[in-house]
């Protein structure tokens, strides 16, 4: 989460979350993988639509470490299924945890070490803030 952060957010972003995750005020997740997918982005399913000012996420991550616990999330979702690559219809959403919408499921339990906890995300109709470019490369530069 701090290095999506650091290279891809803006400064508001950086000025609003790294402080404190940096601090460990706050925890953060990464959220890539989900069911049938596993980290292969491409073939995600979350979608996120642009709806006015905002964007509606819809779908599960699966295997988040520390989702049970984060505060502030990056998420990445679908938003051009037409793209081509299709890696240029990814885009990635910071979400803050009690947003409308956005929930986990139980920890689940985990072989070997459990310095982390680890959880499925679940987006219904999760109004996501701000407009963000759609692109690999620079996934939030404009999301606030």
């Known amino acids: 989460c701090i290095n999506q952060l650091v290279r891809n957010g803006n400064e508001a972003q950086k000025e609003k979350y790294l402080p404190k995750l940096i601090s460990g005020e706050y ?45 502030v999330l990056i998420v990445y979702a679908k938003t051009d299924l037409a793209a081509v690559p299709a890696s240029r219809g990814i885009t990635a959403f910071i979400v803050e945890k009690g947003m409308p ?11 070997g070490m459990r310095g ?7 987006f219904e109709d999760c109004k996501v803030p701000g407009s963000c470019k759609r692109s690999w490369t620079t996934p939030f530069p404009t999301c606030t």
């Open 27 to 71: 925890i953060g997740a990464l959220a890539m993988s989900e069911p049938n997918a596993g980290s292969d982005v491409v073939s995600m399913k979350l979608k996120a639509e642009k709806k006015g000012n905002h964007y509606i996420l819809n779908g599960n991550k699966f295997w988040i470490t520390n989702g049970p616990d984060a505060d």
């Open 101 to 111: 919408g956005f929930s986990t499921s139980k920890k689940l339990d985990k072989l």
């Open 116 to 122: 982390s906890n680890t959880c499925e995300l679940i």
